[in-house]
Structures are given as C-alpha cells and as structure tokens.
C-alpha cells in the first residue's frame, strides 16, 4: 500500500472505527432496536386480537362454523341501520370541518410573522388536547348545559333552554364532531403548520414575484403541497371516527338515557358483548366497522397520494 492509499484510507475512515463497519450499519440497527417494542405491543393489543375477533366472527357459541350467521344477525337487528346512520352523519361533519378548518387555521398561524404570536397561536389551539376522552366529555356536558354554561346566551339565541333539549339524538352528530374538533384539531394544526414550514421559501418567493397573493399561494403551492398530510389526517381521524364511544355513553348515563346506550356501532357491540352475552355478534360488529374504515382510508390514500414519491 503507498502513502497515498493509506491517506486516502485514512480519510475516509474517521480514526477509532473498526474497518469495515459503516454508519448504515449502526443507524439499521438503532432502527430496529425503537420499532422492536412497537411492533411486539402491535402484536400483542392489535394483530393477535384482529385474529382473535376473526375467529369469533365466524363461529357460534360453541366454536362450531357459523358461515355468516353472526353478520347477517347484527345487520337484520332494527338498531343497526340507525347506528350506521348515527356514526355516518358525525363522521362527514367532522371530517370536512376537520379538512376545511385545519387547514385553513394552519396556514392562518403559519402567515403570522410575530415569532410570538405564533407560538402563542399554536399553544392555544393545541391545549384542549390536554383534555382527551372522558375529561373532555365531562367539561363539554357543563358548557352543553343552558344553566351553567359560560355561552349560555348563544345556546338560548339557538333555541335551547335546557340540556336535554341540546342533546337529543337529532342534534348528537354536530354535537359530537364540535367535541371531537375541539379536543383533535390542535394537534393537527402544529402538524400542519410544520408541514408548511418544509415548504421551500424559493418557491413561496417565485410565487411572490410573479403576483401571487397570499390566497393564490395558498390555494395554489400550500394546499397542494399539504395534499399527503391532509390524507393522513383524514384516515387516522376516520380510525378514530369510527371507533364513537365515550360520547355517547357518558351523554346516556348523564341524560338518564335520553341519549340511547345503543346510540353507535361501537357501544352496539357493546352491547352485545356484555348485555346479551353474544361475543360472536359484538366481532362482527368490529369486522364490519375495520373493512368500512379500511375501504375508505384507500379513498384517502389513492386520492390523496400518500405513498407516492416527489
């Protein structure tokens, strides 16, 4: 070997690794070493008890083959028809305000040059996600309440004087989606807004220079540039969506039933796990509700280009 090989060796080479190994190598390993535990717990809390509602779906109560039995049974029950309705309706409200909203709230915050102002902005907004699930529940049924709520005059201006007059179950979709926004939204605006920020400022000052105003970039480079993440929003919100619980169920319990306890499709299952014994119909419930939500989550990933490159 001549000098100059074993200078050129030496460069390439930082002094104190071993010959042979490359960072690749050690970054492979180190991703391996933080996905482990996440694919164990995947394992364990989600594909196994997939498998296992799979099972159970497709059986009776003795183990034996059912064909299906269990599907056709849930389906021909009179509450299953209005429970799809029930989670269909809060799902397009809160999907399109989720869509609509965050994104024009994020690009809003993001437009804000007062570093503070910004920061204060995105804080604000990400706060009620503090607030997640029961709790959230709980403050919503004090702020739904005429008697007590802090926007008491713009609940009478809409016609209400009592709580049960705001929960009855024509009005729960929009009332469940305002909650859901209220408790969600934050966090996809922070997402949002750091997506807007890989957005190159060269292109955002070309658009500038040939006229553009702040509604034509926006409307013209950031949405479309924001198409994957919205997409993303959108299915896991729909996981989300459809999986309408705590709401519901509290609201009942809080109502003395006005709100029904088989109000959606998740506490049907409920239902028929543990009021009716019948675990075999409460795993098609859940099958039904996971092909439903896988469909449409290929709506998203096929329309919003989610795997696409470039």
């Known amino acids: 070997m001549t000098v100059t090989d074993e200078a050129a060796r030496s460069a390439v080479i930082p ?8 960072d690749g190598g050690e970054r492979s390993a ?12 995947t394992v364990a809390f989600g594909i196994l008890p997939a498998l296992y509602s799979l099972y159970l779906a497709f059986t009776d109560g003795d183990g034996g083959f059912a064909g299906v039995a269990n599907f056709t049974k ?10 799809v309705g029930h989670v269909a309706l809060y799902l397009v409200i809160w999907l399109v305000a989720l869509v609509v909203l965050v994104s024009f709230l994020a690009i809003v915050v993001h437009a804000v040059r007062v570093r503070w102002l910004s920061r204060t902005l995105r804080f604000v907004f990400y706060l009620p996600g503090a607030l997640a699930g029961a709790s959230s529940v709980l403050l919503w049924l004090f702020v739904l309440d005429p008697t007590a709520s802090p926007v008491a005059g713009l609940l009478r201006l809409m016609g209400f004087s009592s709580f049960v007059q705001v929960i009855v179950p024509a009005n729960l979709p929009p009332v469940f989606a305002v909650i859901a926004f209220w408790t969600g939204a934050g966090g996809w605006i922070v997402i949002m807004y750091g997506a ?19 509604v034509q970039i926006a409307w013209h480079i950031q949405l479309p540039m924001l198409r994957k993440w919205i997409s993303y929003m959108g299915i896991m919100s729909l996981a989300a969506g459809t999986q309408l619980f705590v709401e519901p169920q509290l609201l009942s319990q809080a109502s003395n039933a006005i709100v029904p306890n088989d109000y ?6 409920y239902q028929y796990a543990f009021q009716q014994n019948d675990f ?8 039904l509700l996971l092909v439903v939500a896988l469909a449409l989550s290929a709506v998203f990933v096929t329309r919003g280009g989610l795997f696409e490159r470039g």
């Not at 002094?15 to 490359?22: K, Y």
């Not at 180190?30 to 717990?41: D, G, K, R, T, W």
């Not at 658009?207 to 702040?214: L, P, S, V, Y």
């Not at 959606?264 to 299952?269: C, K």
């Open 280 to 287: 075999n119909g409460a795993a098609a419930i859940s099958l």
């Open 74 to 83: 849930v389906m021909s029950d009179f509450r299953f028809l209005p429970a």
């Open 15 to 22: 002094p104190g690794r071993p010959a042979g190994r490359s």
């Open 30 to 41: 180190m991703s391996y070493a933080f996905i482990a535990l996440y694919a164990v717990l």
């Open 264 to 269: 959606s499709l998740n506490q049907l299952a």
């Open 196 to 214: 807007l920020n890989n957005i190159s400022a060269d292109v955002i000052e070309a658009a500038r220079i040939d006229g553009a105003g702040t």
